[in-house]
């Protein structure tokens, strides 16, 4: 049982550099999502989508971009990254949309800009 | 916006002991999960709870929907049981700040 897979796990990039975040589910999930969690805090939404080619802004979008072109898969995107991009990345899905169904989480994935 | 507050933010248990987390929603919602974080930082689901009480070993979950409250009972604690625990209102997308809860042997 895969579940959701995240990669990579650690990462560290120079300020300005871009990278991708990659998050694929082998449920068929509908609903996928990213959030980050800085030290001492909760997770924040930064991207979801309630399916293929569905994408929407969550609560901190800015400076991500995020698609949706399979159902299993939602990248996310840093362009030009910064330091207050520093966090841990979680993704999660759930079966179905917006409103309902439990939440699964991967693993998480450390970043480091320096 | 919607608040979700948790109490208490940290707890120290002495293993063996029992331990109440609540959840508190500012928002009519029609589901909330609960969820343990542990020292590695997995995210482990506990309840999907909408409404009502589950219980799993020595975890039990109950929502008052209608009072905009959920609460986590945690029996004869574990150290493993260590880590910060969270309640998440997924209609809202928004996440508690957690409470932390150490186990002590």
């Known amino acids: 049982n895969a579940g959701v897979t995240q990669t990579p796990k650690f990462q560290v990039l120079k300020t300005g550099q871009s990278m991708t975040l990659q998050c694929a589910q082998d449920?068929?999930?509908?609903?996928m999502s990213w959030y980050r969690q800085d030290p001492g805090m909760g997770l924040r939404l930064i991207h979801y989508?309630?399916?293929?080619?569905?994408?929407d802004q969550g609560e901190v979008p800015n400076g991500y971009n995020v698609s949706r072109s399979t159902t299993e898969d939602f990248p996310l995107r840093l362009l030009s990254a910064a330091p207050s991009q520093t966090s841990v990345y979680f993704c999660?899905?759930?079966?179905?949309?917006?409103?309902?169904?439990?939440?699964?989480f991967g693993e998480g994935s450390r970043l480091t800009v320096l | 916006g919607i608040q979700v507050e948790q109490s208490p933010p940290d707890l120290i248990l002495q293993e063996g002991a029992n331990s109440t987390l609540r959840c508190n929603f500012s928002?009519?919602?029609?589901?909330l999960q609960w969820f343990h974080q542990n020292p590695w930082g997995q995210l482990i689901n506990l309840f999907y709870?909408?409404?009502g009480t589950k219980q799993n070993g020595r975890l039990s979950a109950t929502t008052v929907a209608t009072e905009r409250y959920s609460l986590l009972y945690i029996s004869s604690s574990q150290t493993t049981d260590s880590g910060v625990y969270f309640c998440?209102?997924?209609?809202?997308?928004?996440f508690g700040t957690g409470t932390l809860l150490a186990v002590q042997p």
């Open positions: 709870i909408p409404s």
């Open positions: 998440a209102l997924k209609n809202k997308l928004i």
């Open positions: 928002d009519s919602v029609n589901n």
């Open positions: 999660a899905s759930s079966r179905t949309g917006l409103r309902t169904g439990e939440l699964f």
């Open positions: 449920m068929n999930h509908e609903y």
């Open positions: 989508s309630v399916g293929a080619g569905i994408t």
